[in-house]
């Protein structure tokens, strides 16, 4: 079993930054393809980024890429998603997702096998 524990979410004006972490317990996470996804009130949860096993692989979100940037650490077994130039709309309870795979970036979440409970990340215009 992989636990996952999201940190770092606040309350932020527009076009400031955030940092989220992923922290993984339970195994290591290096053989994993990890995400972030994101879900704001009344919405379906949506991918926002994810990075495969070795990190060399890295996917986003048409409405994120150029601003987030996703990361791993293999030394913590943590994950982060560092978010730029945030924008209201980037209003959403973020989630860390993990699948055992060495083959794939996933994006999509009824293909993670763990998750985390969520960050709330608030910007405010």
């Known amino acids: 079993q992989v636990q996952l524990v999201e940190s770092g979410g606040g309350l932020v004006q527009a076009g400031g930054t955030l940092r989220l972490s992923c922290a993984a317990s339970?195994?290591?996470?290096?053989?994993?393809?990890m995400g972030w996804f994101r879900q704001a009130p009344g919405k379906e949860r949506e991918f926002v980024a994810a990075i495969n096993w070795s990190g060399a692989t890295e996917y986003y979100a048409d409405s994120v890429k150029g601003r987030f940037t996703i990361s791993r650490d293999g030394a913590k077994n943590t994950v982060y998603l560092q978010m730029n130039s945030l924008k209201p709309e980037d209003t959403a309870v973020y989630y860390c997702?993990?699948?055992?795979?060495?083959?794939?970036?996933?994006?999509?979440?009824?293909?993670?096998?763990?998750w985390g409970k969520g960050t709330l990340v608030t910007v405010s215009s």
């Open positions: 339970g195994r290591t996470i290096s053989s994993y393809a």
């Open positions: 997702a993990a699948r055992n795979s060495l083959t794939v970036v996933e994006t999509r979440p009824d293909r993670m096998d763990y």
